[in-house]
């Protein structure tokens, strides 16, 4: 028995086929480069992603045969704009666009402040409810022939069956869901007047949610009638595939963006705002989570800019070899990660990343090292949030590219001033959507196949002295956006403006 899955990211899709004891029998990967039009913004033509979609399936029956069940996961929130014909009306708006603040006010204001009593959930630039209403407003005339909105892994799933479905994990993140209820809002839908035929059908994530066409199977070389599963958010199931199942033990995925992660056996707010509450993948569970929108992203960034000396013969490789030079506290230097504003704990859009303390005598050493403390940084004001929730943390669990680098790790573990340990299987939201299929064709518990196939490394501990410089580091760094927070503003206006001009 095997299952495949695959992941809609934000950079690539990535696809896996794992058996029945969950080895990794077959992966592949295809990338793609969203596009950002203006500051703030960050799109997508969804047909990419089915193009990826069709390469990486070829690949993973080529080299493993056929799947039993498919499981699908995918970045959070982005919309895809449908007319009648099943054709895209607009580029899909991604998870970290910053365009909606003004309709996150807007919904404010239509729901009289009633959207976290209907929802859990603030407004949110990323969420979807804001993104529709920024159609309407902006682009009455495409929103007239909009027929359906679909998140990107269910894009995925109405190519591949037809279907138009969602999992509650996914829908959690458009500001449209009862969350207690596992269902569509209807105060909400009334609220906003965002008709309900629009929105997808809802299945928990481990049902069954449409099997491949024959017209899909012919250009992905899938078999005709293999089930598709509910499948998940990219962060409920990277929870699953780093064994997240049971109360207690975090997940910090740190990919493109860094998410923190803990399974809720019942409801509990974070009255900051800075979290989450969604459904989670276990039936019946919730899950408090809570993004930096530039972890990994501020690491590419830099080896892409700053970097690419260092990395033109191998890549992260040469950047990272030699870092254990640098003192922790990289001589004063602090980064702040904010590069495409910021979700938590600072809801704002306009926030900026930057370097404070630069001196003549900083390398490009102490910029790379500076960059990784500053999102772990960002990443331990997030797991203070959920220890001020009440919530016990008895493990931290760490997947995603930063899983790979001992750095990351070793950083990690002494700003946390706690251990850490790596899952074997650091790309966990192909993983945990595999797990998914596979929960549901072998009629087993998702939380039994959790146990049985996640794997973690040997613990990283912290460093005692670098604990202690990071403790003090740690304070400056989170004084800096309060303090600068008027005069990113101020620059986020000035570069709109001039980027616009220069546009016209």
Not at 265 to 285: K, M, N, Q, W, Y
Request: proline share 5%.
């Amino acid at each position: 028995m095997k299952a495949a899955a695959f992941d809609v990211g934000t950079t690539g899709l990535k696809g896996v086929m794992v058996d029945a004891s969950g080895a990794i029998v077959a992966e592949a990967t295809v990338p793609y480069t969203p596009s950002s039009p203006y500051p703030g913004w960050s799109e997508q033509d969804p047909d990419v992603w089915w193009s990826a979609l069709t390469q990486c399936a070829a690949t993973l029956v080529d080299q493993a045969g056929q799947p039993d069940a498919i499981g699908l996961s995918g970045q959070m929130h982005g919309s895809v704009f449908l007319d009648a014909n099943d054709a895209s009306i607009s580029p899909a708006i991604l998870w970290n666009d910053q365009r909606t603040e003004a309709e996150c006010q807007q919904l404010i204001a239509m729901t009289d402040n009633k959207v976290v009593e209907w929802t859990l959930n603030e407004p949110r630039t990323a969420f979807t409810a804001a993104k529709i209403l920024w159609l309407r407003k902006n682009h009455p005339d495409r929103y007239d022939r909009l027929s359906s909105v679909l998140l990107p892994k269910d894009f995925i799933r109405f190519r591949l069956s037809g279907e138009r479905l969602s999992d509650v994990t996914d829908a959690s993140g458009t500001n449209l869901l009862d969350v207690r209820a596992r269902a569509w809002s209807a105060p909400m839908l009334e609220a906003t007047g965002i008709s309900r035929s629009i929105l997808p059908g809802l299945v928990e994530s481990v049902e069954a949610a449409g099997v491949v066409s024959s017209r899909a199977a012919e250009v992905t070389g899938l078999r005709s009638g293999t089930m598709i599963v509910g499948g998940g958010a990219d962060q409920a199931c990277a929870a699953i595939g780093n064994g997240i199942v049971e109360p207690g033990t975090m997940s910090i995925t740190i990919g493109t963006s860094g998410v923190v992660y803990i399974q809720l056996p019942e409801i509990s707010l974070d009255r900051t705002g800075a979290f989450h509450t969604f459904c989670h993948s276990v039936p019946g569970t919730f899950m408090a989570m809570a993004g930096v929108l530039s972890a990994g992203g501020s690491f590419q960034w830099y080896r892409d800019t700053v970097g690419e000396i260092d990395a033109a013969e191998d890549g992260f490789e040469g950047i990272v070899r030699d870092l254990d030079t640098v003192p922790p506290g990289s001589g004063g230097l602090v980064y702040l990660p904010y590069l495409t504003g910021e979700r938590s704990p600072h809801n704002d859009p306009r926030a900026r990343g930057g370097f404070i303390g630069l001196t003549a005598r900083h390398r490009r050493g102490h910029m790379a090292r500076a960059v990784i403390e500053g999102v772990c940084f960002a990443l331990r004001d997030l797991v203070e949030t959920v220890q001020a929730m009440g919530v016990d943390i008895s493990a931290v669990r760490v997947a995603g590219g930063g899983a790979r680098g001992r750095i990351w790790l070793s950083t990690l573990a002494s700003v946390l001033n706690r251990p850490v340990m790596a899952t074997d299987t650091p790309d966990a939201s192909a993983y945990g959507a595999a797990m998914l299929a596979m929960a549901n064709c072998s009629d087993t518990p998702i939380s039994e196949l959790a146990r049985a196939w996640v794997k973690t490394s040997p613990p990283v501990e912290p460093k005692t002295a670098d604990a202690g410089v990071y403790e003090d580091v740690y304070g400056v760094f989170r004084s800096l956006y309060p303090a600068n927070r008027s005069a990113m503003h101020a620059l986020f206006a000035i570069d709109s403006r001039t980027s616009q001009g220069a546009s016209r």
